[in-house]
């Protein structure tokens, strides 16, 4: 089945850094989701992209849809403390009245201050 | 304002015993999902259902069981079959399952007394 992969499983950075997760698979997909979730909360989604080399900001948050379809970025710049969670990617193939959403195992995210 | 609502937020479950999570949205969604998630296990899909009086299983159906009588509800029954039934349950909803930009619950915390 479809797999995709997120790694580190860990990140600890400064505040102020910026930062880059990025997630891979051997399936293309033809949409990417980014959700990120806070301790013991439901994941928010933060960026949803739909075609191959878009480019999508959302405030300091900048994600790429890959050029071959099996990845994509996540950049969060000028980090702060509230950027601490967990990071999923998530992508989904739709063919015809088919649809399957796969998730990552997402990356932990620590800001220090 | 519309949204999904989880409860209760902690459930505890004795051996041999069947709970049930509540999951209700006023969002007008007609696709409803159940995921688990186990620390560092990424979201599982459980059961979904894209219409009422209909549900499909997803990757970890066993030992669950759902109904989908009215479109804003859709309750996750946890039975005695499912033998490690400890993890954080997440309720989600979309506007179809062609376009699985989810809405997540605030999730339910199940432990094994």
Redesign the interface.
């Known amino acids: 089945g479809q797999q995709l992969n997120q790694s580190p ?1 860990s990140m600890f950075i400064q505040e102020g850094e910026d930062v880059s997760m990025n997630c891979t698979s051997s399936s293309i997909f033809n ?1 990417w ?1 980014w959700y990120k979730q806070d301790p ?6 933060l960026i ?1 992209l739909y075609k191959a080399g878009e480019l999508t900001s959302n405030g300091r948050l900048t994600a790429q849809f890959g050029i071959t379809r099996k990845d994509s970025f996540l950049n969060i710049s000028a980090s702060i403390p509230s950027d601490v969670g967990i990071y ?1 990617c ?1 992508g ?1 193939l ?1 063919l015809g ?1 088919n ?1 399957k ?1 796969t ?4 990356i932990t995210l620590s800001v220090r201050p | 304002d519309g949204g ?1 609502t ?1 409860s209760p937020k902690y459930l505890f479950r004795k051996e041999g015993q069947n709970v049930t999570l509540s999951c209700e949205q006023n969002l007008n969604h007609d696709a409803m999902y159940w995921y688990r998630q186990d620390p ?4 599982r ?1 459980i059961y979904y259902s894209q219409i009422v009086n209909d549900f499909q299983k997803g990757d970890i159906a066993e030992g669950y069981s759902v109904s989908r009588e009215k479109k804003e509800s859709f309750p996750l029954t946890v039975t005695s079959a499912q033998k490690n039934p400890t993890a954080f349950y ?1 309720c ?1 909803s979309s506007t179809g ?2 376009n ?8 339910t ?1 199940l432990s094994v007394l």
Request: aromatic share 8%; charged share 5%.
């Open positions: 499983q949409t989701l013991g909360e439901g994941p928010v989604l949803a999923f998530a989904q739709v009245a649809s959403l998730f990552g195992k997402g | 999904i989880q560092g296990q990424g979201l899909l997440l989600a399952t062609s699985q930009k989810l809405l997540f619950g605030s999730g915390q």
